[in-house]
């Protein structure tokens, strides 16, 4: 959804100011709130958050490595190994 009745979230942070048509979305984080960027911040925003979602995915697998065994620690890797 497009809106044109408020500003960018970026818009008091980057003096070098905002450019193209104000974008509400929802946040990439996973968060599930919504923000309203201009296309510039919105390219800048979603640059970053997909380098940061992909460390997170590196580091936090959804699956286990295959050496990996619950009685090695004692842990679950999820809800399937209870």
Do not use: F, K, Q
């Not at 968060?31 to 296309?39: A, V």
């Not at 697998?61 to 890797?77: C, T, V």
């Amino acid at each position: 959804m497009n809106r044109h009745d408020t500003e960018c979230i970026n818009s008091h942070d980057d003096p070098t100011g905002c450019a193209g048509e104000l974008i509400e979305h929802e946040a990439l984080s996973g968060s599930g709130l919504i923000y309203i960027h201009c296309e510039r911040h919105l390219a800048i925003y979603s640059e970053r958050m997909h380098r940061v979602n992909a460390d997170i995915a590196e580091r936090y697998p959804a699956h286990p490595p295959a050496d990996w065994s619950p009685l090695d620690a004692g842990e679950h890797w999820d809800e399937t190994d209870y």
